[in-house]
């Protein structure tokens, strides 16, 4: 059974439409996470949540926000997608910080 | 910032032989794990190391964690088919921020 499922597996987006992805579990675990990993890259931590405690990265544009209404979601929003931003969203999760962590299958954005 | 290093970039084993991915921190990390993710697939937890010199096996694989805690290993012998994918090790610092090696792409001949 899936633990961490993301929505859609692919998702076109027009350049500056708002795009919201989403990320469940089915785990129970305190620990959200957003990355981005492009082509033959290492996954870019985005930010994370730590229960309803919100810790971005101080790298991530301003573009990228992130919502934990519940223990079982995360949703990513892109508010004004550009063609870099074009790349692979992987949401995982972890039992606590120093722990490993489980990625869904990742949802593939294409920005036209 | 902490920075891991990840070597080599890509990896062309012939079937049956062996080869290591290697990983370095410019920081002492408190643990050290790795994933592996097939072409197209999402990153698969493998191991996670955290004692000073410690070394791991997984059938084929051996996972080794440095004495000063900055670097690791990942040694696989009898290369198969099955192995082909991106390895990477993700360090994880003092302050909990877990950072991932750029990977090691494995491909491999029949």
């Known amino acids: 059974d899936a633990m961490v499922i993301q929505n859609p597996r692919y998702q076109v987006t027009q350049f500056g439409k708002p795009v919201t992805l989403s990320c469940s579990q089915t785990?129970?675990?305190?620990?959200m996470y957003w990355y981005q990993q492009k082509s033959s890259q290492a996954p870019k931590l985005l930010f994370h949540?730590?229960?309803?405690?919100?810790?971005n990265e101080a790298d991530t544009p301003d573009n990228f926000q992130s919502r934990r209404p519940n223990t079982s979601f995360c949703f990513l929003d892109i508010r004004s997608p550009g063609l870099g931003d074009a790349a692979m969203y992987l949401c995982?999760?972890?039992?606590?910080?120093?722990?490993?962590?489980?990625f869904g299958s990742g949802t593939q954005l294409s920005v036209l | 910032g902490q920075q891991v290093m990840q070597i080599p970039q890509y990896q062309h084993v012939q079937e049956g032989e062996d080869f290591t991915t290697y990983c370095n921190s410019s920081?002492?990390?408190?643990?050290i794990q790795w994933y592996k993710q097939r072409p197209g697939g999402h990153p698969v937890f493998l191991i996670q190391?955290?004692?000073?010199?410690e070394v791991k096996k997984q059938k084929r694989l051996t996972f080794q964690f440095g004495e000063a805690k900055k670097n690791s290993s990942l040694h696989i012998t009898a290369t198969q088919t099955t192995d082909v994918g991106t390895y990477f090790c993700?360090?994880?610092?003092?302050?909990?921020?877990?950072?991932f090696g750029a990977g090691t792409t494995v491909t491999v001949r029949a």
């Open positions: 190391l955290v004692k000073s010199g």
């Open positions: 949540y730590y229960d309803k405690d919100f810790n």
């Open positions: 920081t002492t990390l408190s643990n």
């Open positions: 785990l129970n675990h305190n620990v």
């Open positions: 993700a360090g994880r610092s003092n302050d909990y921020k877990l950072s």
């Open positions: 995982a999760t972890s039992r606590s910080m120093q722990e490993k962590l489980f």
